[in-house]
């Protein structure tokens, strides 16, 4: 059998080197189809992952799509454990392995609960963090931000992050990597009512930035998504359907994007693909916003 060969490049290129390596060997090309694609759903072979705010939407999609490349996955909620238990099953269904773990993403001590529930389960480290974790909570106007909600926003959406940033860094060495989620929000201000969660998400991109510097000499690598109108229970409970009509009529593609979409980039910025990028935001929006 043709060995397997590991590569990171595009469809066309992977053409071109198959007709060029096995001079267009039926036998040979399948046994290299075979392998390659075995060696592309197994980037993250060996690797342990956990995802906050890992059980719905966006969330659910990144835990997916890591357990399919090969990932243990842990699967962080806060308050819905039917969600959670979902999304488990669906990807040990698929014959992937995750676990469930309840952490509020907001308090340290249970962030450290979740950090250490996963190592207990899969091993002493973990490769990848994805914070998922976040939400508006609500649209409210400057005059009625008080200071309660103003606090809640920045703890979800910023504190979240930087607790589990901290708590994972013992056990994640070189070749780690860090997605943090932003939106499109974080760029042009957001929609009505916003102001708070927009500021948050501003500030996740200046953590990502200081932390791409501080742990890149570590050979870890901490990168952002930043998606713009994506159709999730985020959009259904707090957007009113005009405007997401509107918004998506205004964007170049002509709809709202879908939670899988994201995923698909999640994996790669987790992945050795995107080995040379670090401290950048992926704008993820159909052209509706350019950075």
Same mark, same amino acid.
């Given at each position: 059998?043709?060995?397997?060969?590991?590569?990171?490049?595009?469809?066309?290129?992977?053409?071109?080197?198959?007709?060029?390596?096995?001079?267009?060997?039926?036998?040979?090309?399948?046994?290299?189809?075979?392998?390659?694609?075995?060696?592309?759903?197994?980037?993250?072979?060996?690797?342990?992952?956990?995802?906050?705010?890992?059980?719905?939407?966006?969330?659910?999609?990144?835990?997916?799509?890591?357990?399919?490349?090969?990932?243990?996955?842990?699967?962080?909620?806060?308050?819905?454990?039917?969600?959670?238990?979902?999304?488990?099953?669906?990807?040990?269904?698929?014959?992937?392995?995750?676990?469930?773990?309840?952490?509020?993403?907001?308090?340290?001590?249970?962030?450290?609960?979740?950090?250490?529930?996963?190592?207990?389960?899969?091993?002493?480290?973990?490769?990848?963090?994805?914070?998922?974790?976040?939400?508006?909570?609500?649209?409210?106007?400057?005059?009625?931000?008080?200071?309660?909600?103003?606090?809640?926003?920045?703890?979800?959406?910023?504190?979240?992050?930087?607790?589990?940033?901290?708590?994972?860094?013992?056990?994640? %060495?070189? %070749?780690?990597?860090?997605?943090?989620?932003?939106?499109?929000?974080?760029?042009?201000?957001?929609? %009505?009512?916003?102001?708070?969660?927009?500021?948050?998400?501003?500030?996740?991109?200046?953590?990502?930035?200081?932390?791409?510097?501080?742990?890149?000499?570590?050979?870890?690598?901490?990168?952002?998504?930043?998606?713009?109108?994506?159709?999730?229970?985020?959009?259904?409970?707090?957007?009113?359907?005009?405007?997401?009509?509107?918004?998506?009529?205004?964007?170049?593609?002509?709809?709202?994007?879908?939670?899988?979409?994201?995923?698909?980039?999640?994996?790669?910025?987790?992945?050795?693909?995107?080995?040379?990028?670090?401290?950048?935001?992926?704008?993820?929006? %159909?052209g509706s916003y350019f950075a």
């Amino acid at each position: 059998m043709t060995p397997a060969i590991r590569l990171n490049i595009t469809t066309r290129e992977a053409v071109v080197r198959i007709i060029y390596r096995f001079s267009m060997a039926t036998a040979d090309i399948e046994s290299f189809v075979h392998s390659f694609q075995i060696n592309t759903m197994s980037s993250l072979q060996g690797k342990v992952a956990i995802v906050t705010g890992g059980s719905r939407d966006i969330g659910r999609q990144v835990s997916i799509k890591l357990a399919a490349a090969g990932a243990k996955v842990c699967v962080n909620y806060n308050s819905n454990q039917q969600l959670a238990d979902e999304t488990v099953q669906q990807i040990k269904q698929a014959g992937g392995t995750a676990i469930a773990v309840k952490a509020d993403m907001t308090s340290a001590a249970e962030v450290t609960k979740l950090v250490d529930s996963c190592v207990a389960a899969f091993g002493n480290a973990v490769h990848i963090l994805v914070n998922v974790a976040g939400g508006i909570m609500g649209r409210k106007p400057l005059a009625d931000l008080d200071e309660a909600f103003w606090d809640s926003v920045m703890a979800v959406n910023l504190k979240s992050a930087y607790l589990a940033c901290r708590a994972v860094l013992p056990y994640m %060495g070189t %070749g780690g990597a860090i997605v943090n989620f932003a939106s499109q929000a974080a760029r042009d201000g957001g929609g %009505g009512g916003a102001i708070a969660y927009a500021t948050a998400k501003g500030a996740v991109l200046t953590l990502t930035r200081g932390l791409a510097k501080e742990l890149g000499p570590k050979g870890i690598r901490v990168n952002c998504v930043s998606p713009g109108m994506i159709s999730t229970t985020f959009h259904d409970t707090f957007t009113k359907p005009e405007i997401r009509t509107n918004v998506a009529n205004a964007t170049p593609l002509k709809r709202e994007g879908q939670a899988s979409e994201v995923a698909d980039l999640v994996l790669y910025l987790a992945s050795d693909a995107s080995s040379f990028i670090n401290g950048e935001s992926v704008e993820i929006n %159909g052209g509706s916003y350019f950075a």
